[in-house]
């Protein structure tokens, strides 16, 4: 068994190494000694420190048995798991009152049947007047298919409605919904008045001559009229291009 005077050149090593006299636990892990063994060493270490005892010279204790060291294995790395964040509630299109938590309540969106109410009898008479104003003014029947399908007919009255008032509902939305590009909005915002008062003057233009019994429509306004479809697919496109600036 190795003893104590063998082991103190090495511990006086470590001592040198470290600069102070090492601890139990220093002389153990550097030796490999149990703690009996260790505490003998740094008392001799302390004593030639202090000159009480030569350097050369070194007490040999009795022998004592080592406890065996056990080795100890070192804590499992323990991984913290954040929770998983708590679903949303539905919206259910009303805002229901919860507990005071000091915050805003959240604002859900109403459901738009008003509006549906309001835009009904507006499509009929909308509708009906492009159509009867498109009729005056050389709108008609035609064969989109001629030598295809002979029997496929679609009346031209209707693109009036459809591009009109669809473009004024589209300008509408882009002038009112928030975070669109400014050019975007000022050209929605002119467009859309325009279309709208255009749209109401084509209404009043079929009413006062289906009142007066006119078959047909003078010439300024069926030339307006012809360049309708015309105006409305430039300033869709126009429309569509400044909206995909800020994309």
Not at 49 to 63: I, K, M, Q, V, Y
Not at 85 to 112: I, N, S
Request: proline share 11%; hydrophobic share 50%; net charge negative.
């Amino acid at each position: 068994m190795t003893t104590t005077d063998a082991l103190l050149p090495d511990a006086r090593a470590v001592a040198a190494r470290l600069g102070k006299v090492p601890g139990r636990n220093e002389l153990k892990a550097e030796l490999g000694i149990g703690s009996t063994r260790a505490d003998r060493l740094r008392a001799a270490l302390r004593a030639i420190e202090s000159g009480s005892l030569p350097a050369a010279e070194a007490p040999e204790p009795a022998p004592a048995a080592e406890a065996p060291v056990a080795s100890v294995p070192e804590p499992a790395p323990v991984s913290v798991t954040e929770p998983a964040p708590e679903p949303e509630p539905e919206a259910t299109g009303d805002t229901e009152p919860g507990p005071d938590t000091g915050a805003a309540p959240v604002q859900r969106p109403r459901r738009p049947w008003a509006l549906i109410l309001l835009a009904l009898p507006a499509f009929v008479a909308v509708w009906s007047g492009w159509v009867g104003l498109g009729s005056m003014t050389g709108f008609g029947v035609v064969h989109p298919l001629p030598g295809i399908a002979d029997g496929f007919t679609v009346d031209t009255a209707i693109t009036l409605p459809i591009g009109v008032e669809t473009y004024a509902a589209y300008a509408l939305s882009v002038w009112l919904s928030p975070g669109q590009p400014a050019r975007a909005r000022s050209f929605a915002r002119a467009s859309a008045i325009g279309a709208l008062v255009l749209g109401a003057a084509g209404q009043v233009a079929y009413h006062l001559l289906e009142a007066a019994g006119a078959v047909a429509a003078p010439w300024p306004v069926t030339m307006a009229v012809a360049c309708l479809p015309v105006a409305v697919l430039g300033a869709g496109a126009a429309l569509a291009h400044l909206v995909r600036e800020a994309e």
